[in-house]
């Protein structure tokens, strides 16, 4: 058996699959920051685990981020790396892949919130506007510009 918890090597799906118990992390020897994180043993005999970049904002004494690329389980070793390569060169731009991930999460979350707020508003005055008001225009027009 292994002592180690970390190791170098070109990462592919056999690799990662045969990996030792002991082995918690796989670090990729041709792609620098490329590597992934190995949980548990789970009781089916399969480990779970993720594809990650390690990358710094910079330069030296810089932003450290880890960037989550996927679960081993959703993408194998060779679309990881292709994904890990593409995200290297967008840090070399100087872009922040992990802020701009996060905000396009947000940006997502946000527009499902306006869906609703819409699908309401509409039903609001669906229902009442239309119904109780002799001149529905301007109710419907203020809730257009304000909300």
């Not at 990650?52 to 070793?77: C, F, H, P, T």
């Not at 593409?86 to 840090?91: C, F, H, P, R």
């Not at 306006?114 to 002799?134: C, Q």
Request: hydrophobic residues 35%; proline residues 2%; positive net charge.
């Amino acid at each position: 058996m292994c002592d180690m918890t970390s190791v170098l090597l070109k990462i592919t799906d056999t690799v990662v699959k045969g990996a030792d118990i002991s082995l918690k992390r796989i670090s990729d020897n041709e792609l620098k920051g490329f590597h992934v994180r190995l949980g548990k043993l789970k009781p089916n005999g399969e480990r779970s685990g993720s594809y990650y970049l390690y990358y710094r904002l910079g330069g030296r004494g810089g932003v450290e981020r880890n960037y989550k690329i996927g679960a081993i389980e959703s993408i194998s070793a060779n679309e990881a790396r292709k994904e890990a390569r593409i995200l290297t060169g967008e840090v070399a731009k100087g872009v922040d892949i992990l802020s701009l991930k996060k905000k396009k999460v947000d940006d997502v979350k946000l527009h499902e919130k306006s869906d609703d707020v819409a699908v309401l508003m509409n039903e609001f005055i669906e229902k009442f506007i239309k119904t109780e008001r002799k001149r529905p225009d301007d109710p419907i027009r203020m809730i257009d510009v304000h909300i």
